[in-house]
C-alpha cells in the first residue's frame, strides 16, 4: 500500500511538474527581435503593455499623425460628418510645394467632412489634412485658423497625458518640433479606435465617393488605402501608415482575432518590407500573450 502511494505521488508530481514547466515556458516566449528603432504593442481591451521597445523615445512620426487630426474633428461639439467643404486653391497649391501625398482633391468641388475623413486616412491626403484644419480651426484666416487646430491637437495630447508627443502640423509634414513615441500614438490610435466612424474609415480597403463638383455636377474620387496589413494580416482592422525622410516607415496597427484586440506601433524602420515585418512579428507575439 505503502509503495502503490508512492507511487501515485510520483506520477502527480510528474503531471504537475510538466504542467508547470509547460506554463513557465509559455511565460517566458522570447520577444520579437524587429528592426525599427521604436515599438510598442499593448492589450487594447486591458491596456497591459505586451511589447517595448524604445517606447517612450520621442521621434518623427509622418502621416501617422493624422491619427490625431481625425480624432479631433471627431469630437467637434455638434459635429455633422454630411457638411460640405469647398476645396481651396489653397490646399492643391499646399501639396504641390510639399510634395504631399494627395487625396487629389480637385478646387471648386464640395466635399463632406466624412469623405474629407476618408481622403485623410486612406490615401493618406494632406491636402485633405489642410481643409479640415481650414474648417475646424477657429480665426478669420487661414493661418489662424490652423494654428488654432493644430492647438487643438495638442491639447488633445495633454489632456490624455502624452508628455511625449507634440505636434507642430495637421499632416506629420513637420516645421522641426513634431514628434511622438510609439506609445503615445498607440494611446492615440486606441483613444480614437472608440468612435465608430474612425472604426469604419480605418478598416476600410478602397472607396468611391461622390463628390459635387463646383458647376453643381457630380465626380467619383476613388481611394485606396495605404495600409496594407488590411490585406496581409488575419483580423487586422486599422490604423494608419507614416513615412518621410526623418519618420522612415511607421505604422501604428490594430488587428482583433476572437475577443483580444492588439493594438502598438513601429517608428523609424529602415523600408517598407522591415516595417511589415516587424509588424507581423509584433501582431504574432501579442496574440500568443
Not at 125 to 142: E, S
Not at 223 to 240: E, F, P, Q
Amino acid at each position: 500500500m505503502r509503495r502503490a502511494v508512492t507511487v501515485a505521488v510520483t506520477t502527480s508530481a510528474v503531471l504537475a511538474g510538466g504542467l508547470f514547466a509547460g506554463q513557465a515556458h509559455a511565460a517566458t516566449r522570447p520577444a520579437p527581435s524587429i528592426t525599427a528603432p521604436g515599438g510598442f504593442v499593448m492589450n487594447n481591451g486591458t491596456g497591459a503593455t505586451l511589447f517595448g521597445k524604445a517606447a517612450d523615445t520621442r521621434r518623427s512620426t509622418g502621416s501617422t499623425t493624422k491619427i490625431m487630426t481625425a480624432k479631433v474633428v471627431l469630437a467637434q461639439r455638434g459635429l455633422n460628418l454630411d457638411t460640405k467643404v469647398t476645396i481651396d486653391k489653397a490646399y492643391s497649391d499646399y501639396i504641390v510645394a510639399k510634395n504631399a501625398s494627395s487625396a487629389r482633391l480637385i478646387v471648386g468641388d464640395k466635399v463632406t467632412v466624412r469623405q474629407l475623413l476618408y481622403g485623410l486616412m486612406l490615401p493618406s491626403g494632406c491636402d485633405a489634412a489642410y481643409a479640415l484644419a481650414d474648417k475646424f480651426g477657429t480665426g478669420t484666416t487661414r493661418a489662424a485658423r490652423v494654428k488654432s487646430f493644430i492647438g487643438k491637437m495638442n491639447d488633445e495630447a495633454r489632456r490624455m497625458g502624452l508628455t511625449n508627443t507634440r505636434f507642430d502640423s495637421f499632416d506629420g509634414i513637420s516645421n522641426g518640433s513634431n514628434y511622438s513615441t510609439p506609445r503615445d500614438l498607440t494611446k492615440i490610435a486606441s483613444s480614437a479606435m472608440k468612435n465608430s466612424t474612425f472604426r469604419a474609415i480605418v478598416k476600410t480597403k478602397s472607396t468611391s465617393q461622390k463628390v459635387t463638383t463646383k458647376s453643381g455636377g457630380y465626380r467619383y474620387m476613388a481611394w485606396s488605402n495605404t495600409n496594407k496589413l488590411l490585406s496581409t494580416y488575419s483580423g487586422a482592422i486599422g490604423v494608419k501608415t507614416g513615412s518621410g525622410p526623418q519618420a522612415k516607415y511607421c505604422l501604428v496597427f490594430a488587428a482583433t482575432r476572437g475577443n483580444k484586440t492588439v493594438i502598438g506601433a513601429v517608428l523609424g524602420a529602415p523600408n517598407e518590407a522591415n516595417r511589415a515585418a516587424d509588424v507581423k512579428k509584433l501582431l504574432d507575439y501579442g496574440f500568443a500573450k
